[in-house]
């Protein structure tokens, strides 16, 4: 996934705005099915919850048949790239220790490491600004610091596209 320059106001908008249609959406067709339900398998004189969490369970459903239909709507082109960017930053983060444990571990440099966490650091700068994250944002920028001497150190040339998550596979 290639990293884009997102402006910060316009997401937080967008994704604001976002959040509210989907909750909106997610009570209307909760209550419909519900209802739906009740009207044909419950009684006045009933416990109705069960159908009531149905009507939920088939709201929830419903409104992510409806996301995938409109998730590339362009009004949403900010808050899907950010949401991709978090599943980019997930993949990475699970093979976390592994990819710093081949760093430190080898008697080489390991270049792909160094990429991977090049890419991983500068994509959650990016996100953590993006979500006004700033408790973590201090040791984010220690470690930044920390691999910018390694790849100083051993004069390498390591950019942002030289990241792919095929390299993810040895770790």
């Not at 106001?9 to 519900?34: D, E, P, Q």
């Not at 082109?77 to 080898?106: C, G, P």
């Amino acid at each position: 996934m290639k990293l884009q320059q997102i402006d910060k106001i316009r997401y937080r908008k967008h994704l604001n705005m976002a959040s509210i249609v989907a909750t909106a959406v997610l009570i209307v067709f909760a209550l419909f099915y519900g209802q739906v339900l009740i009207h044909f398998f419950g009684g006045a004189d009933e416990n109705n919850f069960k159908l009531n969490l149905a009507g939920v369970i088939l709201g929830v459903i419903s409104l992510l048949v409806a996301f995938r239909f409109i998730r590339l709507h362009p009004y949403l082109i900010e808050v899907m790239y950010v949401w991709d960017l978090k599943q980019a930053n997930n993949k990475i983060y699970r093979k976390l220790h592994h990819i710093k444990t081949a760093l430190r571990d080898s008697n080489n440099t390991n270049i792909d490491a160094i990429t991977i966490l090049n890419y991983y650091y500068t994509a959650s700068k990016q996100q953590y600004h993006l979500d006004n994250n700033t408790l973590t944002m201090e040791s984010l920028i220690a470690d930044i610091a920390i691999l910018d001497n390694l790849i100083a150190e051993n004069n390498l040339t390591i950019t942002l596209d030289d990241y792919n998550s095929s390299l993810l596979k040895q770790f």
